[in-house]
């Protein structure tokens, strides 16, 4: 009898910790607190749709219609908030500029567990909001994608030929790594909660998560890319970038490691803003 009641504590302890990291690996939804108007950029308030008929809350920034566009996409439980400071610094360029709330982020709906494949799937149907805005079937495209949002523009493009060119900073080569990662911060051991909890999420999600790596992906681009890491990022270190390096074409990619930056820094350092702005020129001239 003894031996039952400690079999079912343990088993009792076991689904707790279960569900908290559960609870763990899912974003938290945070709506903006300042808009473009706060900077005094004048823009409009969209929606859009994408996959399984949800909705997507956007800004929508338009100049010219004949100026190409980018697209820019936050980071793993941020909104459109996130993107203020490169609205600030595009906003003086000639594209237009869309930014928008992921599914399950900021103000757009809910769709069951957010993924970087869904994050690519919302990229994907901005590309179709761009088209439709501008009446343009073959629109020039850019996209600036942070953390999560970098590695879905990566596999986006994989998918989607509309794409000319991205700049990701902080990317992942394959989310399960960084998962891995999470787990060792919260002290979890990989085996056996560790794993059955990542085989439990690829159940719920329908596919595994190498399926959808970006270092799995990249080589079927045919978009410029310019990848950004800081050299001290402890949320994805830049081994990943390096990863994405060395499977890619390596004649339509280039790495900028930037010295004693983090995850989110990236944007403070001397010359960055310049580095972005020259490369968007140059992919588009």
Not at 86 to 99: F, M, W
Request: hydrophobic share 40%; with cysteine.
């Amino acid at each position: 009898m003894v031996a039952f009641w400690i079999i079912l504590f343990g088993i009792t302890i076991f689904f707790l910790l279960f569900r908290l990291m559960m609870n763990g690996f899912r974003n938290p939804q945070r709506k903006h607190l300042k808009t473009p108007f706060d900077i005094g950029i004048a823009f409009e308030e969209v929606r859009f749709k994408t996959k399984n008929n949800r909705s997507l809350y956007g800004w929508w920034i338009v100049k010219n219609k004949n100026y190409p566009t980018i697209i820019l996409v936050h980071g793993w439980g941020r909104n459109v908030g996130r993107m203020i400071p490169y609205i600030e610094q595009l906003n003086s360029q000639s594209y237009n500029l869309l930014t928008f709330d992921a599914r399950h982020h900021g103000s757009s709906d809910k769709d069951k567990l957010s993924t970087m494949k869904k994050f690519a799937e919302d990229i994907s149907s901005a590309i179709d909001f761009v088209q439709e805005k501008i009446k343009d079937r073959k629109p020039k495209i850019g996209i600036i994608g942070l953390s999560i949002g970098g590695g879905a523009a990566i596999y986006a493009s994989a998918h989607d030929k509309r794409i000319n060119c991205i700049i990701t900073v902080g990317a992942f080569a394959n989310p399960l790594d960084v998962m891995k990662i999470q787990l060792a911060k919260r002290n979890v051991p990989y085996y056996p909660i560790g794993w059955i909890l990542l085989k439990y999420l690829e159940f719920l999600v329908g596919f595994k998560f190498n399926d959808i790596a970006p270092e799995n992906h990249i080589q079927q681009s045919e978009s410029k890319i310019l990848l950004i890491h800081g050299t001290n990022d402890q949320t994805i270190p830049i081994s990943h970038a390096e990863r994405l390096l060395n499977k890619s074409k390596k004649q339509f990619v280039e790495l900028w490691k930037i010295k004693n930056r983090g995850h989110s820094d990236c944007h403070e350092e001397t010359g960055y803003w310049k580095k972005i702005i020259d490369y968007l020129n140059s992919s588009f001239s």
